[in-house]
């Protein structure tokens, strides 16, 4: 398979068809008026104001020009997914070859960018699921998602008493908290988060907007929550979050 300038050999695994290759490049959340473009930058311009550094700078540093081709490592394994995970199916990916596919989730890029020393960031890009076509689902959509680690300082240097709070502990992994964090340090994290996205919801849809968190499940967030507003007198679900799984940013 012939992509974005570079060579794929097929195998037992190939299933990304014509059509969707046809899709692969448009990049509609950079093309400038566009829908998907404004939301974009209505979201960048919002975090660029309200989250900045020490000097002034935006905190956050936004990425929005990467491959979508990514490794199977990428998009599974580098996110703790298990082998036998129902989401690594070809039923539900498109896969080039057993070793690459194209990203089913901008969560793909989290280790690398990880890795390459950012602590904040947002993630946006084009990513593909082999969903049937319906009034709210396309094998081609997009997403747009944030990043932020924590040093002790950030977390705890506005709390009375904090020098004396810590990130880590040895403990039990229980439904509120991973095994290696303190409950201080989940529950601020944890605010911190519903804050965040709350305030980013208000600035895209207005005042007076209702919002409920649900839990959930994610293999590389721990706990997790799905928030959901009301919208013409129903909840639906406008986002996934959670706090990143500590042995996620260890690797």
Known sequence: VE????????????????????????NLHNKKHH?????????KDHFYKQYTGRRGTPL???YDGLSPVVTVQQNFDSLLIPQNH?????????YLNRDHMLRAHTSAHQWDLIHSGLDAFLAVG?????????????PVFHQMEGVRLFSCHELFSNIKDGEGLQLFEQGHRTAHKQECHTMEAVRLVEF????VLTKLMTHIFGNGLQVRW??????FTHPSFEMEINFQGEWMEVL????????LVNS
């Open 3 to 26: 992509l974005l300038g570079k060579a794929y050999p097929q195998d037992d695994y190939s299933n990304v068809t014509e059509k969707i290759l046809s899709k692969v490049g448009k």
């Open 35 to 43: 829908p998907l473009w404004l939301i974009k930058e209505q979201v």
């Open 60 to 62: 956050f540093s936004v």
């Open 86 to 94: 129902a989401s690594r199916k070809k039923e539900d990916n498109y």
């Open 126 to 138: 084009d990513v593909y699921r082999r969903d049937t076509i319906d009034n709210t689902h396309y």
């Open 192 to 195: 911190n988060l519903k804050q």
């Open 214 to 219: 649900v839990d959930c499940y994610f293999p």
């Open 240 to 247: 996934g979050c959670g706090v990143m799984e500590q042995q």
